[in-house]
């Protein structure tokens, strides 16, 4: 990596804080009894840990440090949507009938502007990467379409960098909520996405070589698909035959959610059809 783009991912990590704080919503008032039980759970399970692998005192320190390092850094948002997300996300959606819901991760910003379908995405003048043409229905479970369906998208360049998150892009790069059309189908001209490395150069970084761990995630576009009267399904699709999709390392990809793109007709670029399910709300 040269140091431009270490500074970058540097900088992703800090605005992931900021943007958590500005824009996420979350209902406080959990009672005594649910933060009791959750709070004497997850401490029990560190000292469980440090009991049975006889924790010392210098890599209790070295624990100490590492933690007030991932605050310093804001990088608390993307340790947590990599390695914890994927576990809440099971649970949210462990009933639905639709289709695979997946992680949100970091980099989501509500509210990008409205393209009807068929669209192409806010992207640069010469736009690097392979044209993709994605496309496909939104229906309802018994396979009704739904009119106006709305698909939030949202995914990395060909480097690996989200708008609004690494310094130098246009605001809205590769973002949009796309309305689909009477029968509910939509028509998304992109670019295909890299494969992702999360950064390494602040203490989520730190955590993973100390480890022996790797960086990556597949490439992926995030999805979050809504049509009135149903749930709004937050979820990410990832890429047939990409070298990181069998070792995520957010643990967020499922079988059902694999692309498999073929040639476009005209020889520009790929294109595939997804199509959406919403549970009724
Ligand atoms: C992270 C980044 C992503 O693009 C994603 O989908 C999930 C997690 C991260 O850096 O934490
Ligand atoms: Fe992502």
């Known amino acids: 990596m040269t140091t431009e783009t270490q500074a970058t991912a540097a900088a992703s990590g800090a605005n992931a804080t900021d943007r958590f704080r500005e824009n996420k919503k979350f209902a406080a008032g959990t009672s005594q009894e649910r933060v009791d039980l959750l709070a004497s759970r997850v401490i029990g399970a560190i000292n469980q840990t440090i009991l049975e692998e006889k924790v010392t005192y210098d890599e209790y320190n070295a624990l100490k440090a590492w933690l007030i390092q991932v605050g310093e850094d804001g990088e608390w948002p993307l340790f947590l949507d990599v390695w914890v997300e994927h576990s809440v996300e099971q649970v949210a959606n462990e009933n639905r009938g639709g289709t695979k819901g997946s992680i949100e991760g970091p980099y989501y910003i509500p509210d990008a502007p409205k393209l009807e379908s068929p669209a192409t995405l806010p992207m640069r003048d010469g736009e690097q990467g392979t044209p993709l043409l994605f496309q496909g229905r939104v229906t309802d479970v018994a396979g009704k379409p739904l009119p106006g369906a709305t698909v939030e998208i949202w995914h990395a360049d060909d480097l690996g960098f989200y708008s609004q998150f690494a310094p130098g892009l246009p605001e809205w790069n590769l973002r949009a909520t796309v309305i689909a059309d009477q029968n509910g189908d939509y028509r998304i001209h992109t670019m295909q ?31 979050k698909i809504s049509a009135p009267g149903h749930q709004l399904i937050t979820s990410q699709l990832y890429f047939k035959g990409d070298e990181h999709v069998g070792d995520d390392i957010a643990s967020a990809v499922k079988p059902e959610l694999i692309l498999d793109p073929t040639p476009q007709a005209d020889g520009n670029g790929c294109e595939v059809t997804y199509n959406f399910v919403l549970d009724a709300a």
Do not use: E, F, V
Request: glycine share 10%; proline share 13%; hydrophobic share 40%.
């Open 193 to 223: 996405p890299a494969p992702y490395q999360i950064p390494t150069d602040g203490s989520c970084g730190k955590l993973i070589a100390a480890a022996g761990w790797h960086a990556w995630r597949p490439a992926h576009l995030h999805l």
